[in-house]
């Protein structure tokens, strides 16, 4: 089955500076790449994602590039704010529409005023 | 997006008892799915709750102990059945929706 790594496992960064995580993952028929932010105390919540048929997508201060050579897809978080500060969830999935999401094991993001 | 709600946002329980958490979501949805959550650690699918089938389950995910309904497309249930202070976990319900996922909030448990 699909296995997805997830790096680092905690960043810190000065506000105001950008932060990057970076997931690979095994089975190259994974088509659907969504992130996840998830705040203490509350459910994970969908910020961007990304269809293997397009290589970056960017929503204001969000974007994620997908590199299916390589196999990794990398969230890039510019400008970063106190409210940034959350952990950050990639996920894979070969056939989003049939098939399950499996996760990384999640990033830990800090922003220092 | 779907709005889901769940409840109790929160429970402390004691062992051998079961607790049952519902989950709402504001409009149809097709698959909806479980997952639990142990502190700090990412999210493990538990099973998937189709309307009008039986619930699949994932490895080392059981019937008997995590037995789910699904009366229709707008609701489901999820009990954990005889607890042991090893169920203590976020279980979160999850739901997709024109092609995207969704989260509800999360039901914390605490067994004691």
């Known amino acids: 089955g699909e296995n997805v790594e997830q790096h680092p496992s905690t960043l810190s960064v000065q506000e105001g500076d950008s932060a990057v995580i970076k997931c690979t993952y095994s089975?190259?028929?994974?088509?659907?790449f969504p992130w996840y932010k998830q705040e203490l105390g509350k459910g994970p919540q969908l910020i961007i994602d990304i269809r293997s048929n397009v290589g970056e997508k960017k929503d204001q201060r969000i974007a994620v590039t997908l590199n299916k050579t390589a196999k990794h897809f990398s969230l890039h978080i510019t400008e970063t704010q106190p409210e940034d500060s959350a952990v950050y969830f990639c996920a894979a999935s070969i056939d989003f529409g049939n098939e399950k999401l499996t996760f990384g094991t999640g990033t830990r993001l800090t922003i220092i005023p | 997006s779907a709005v889901i709600s769940q409840k109790p946002s929160r429970d402390i329980c004691q062992r051998g008892t079961s607790l049952t958490i519902q989950c709402q979501v504001d409009?149809?949805?097709?698959?909806m799915f479980w997952y639990r959550q142990q502190p700090g650690q990412s999210l493990t699918l538990i099973a998937t709750a189709n309307q009008g089938s039986e619930a699949t389950y994932e490895s080392g995910f059981v019937i008997d102990k995590f037995p789910i309904s699904r009366p229709n497309l707008t609701f489901s249930t999820l009990t954990v059945s005889n607890m042991s202070p090893e169920d203590s976990s976020i279980y979160l319900c999850?739901?997709?929706?024109?092609?995207?996922?969704?989260f509800g909030p999360g039901t914390r448990l605490t067994v004691t």
């Open positions: 999850s739901v997709r929706q024109d092609s995207e996922q969704y």
């Open positions: 409009s149809q949805v097709t698959m």
């Open positions: 089975d190259s028929a994974s088509n659907y």
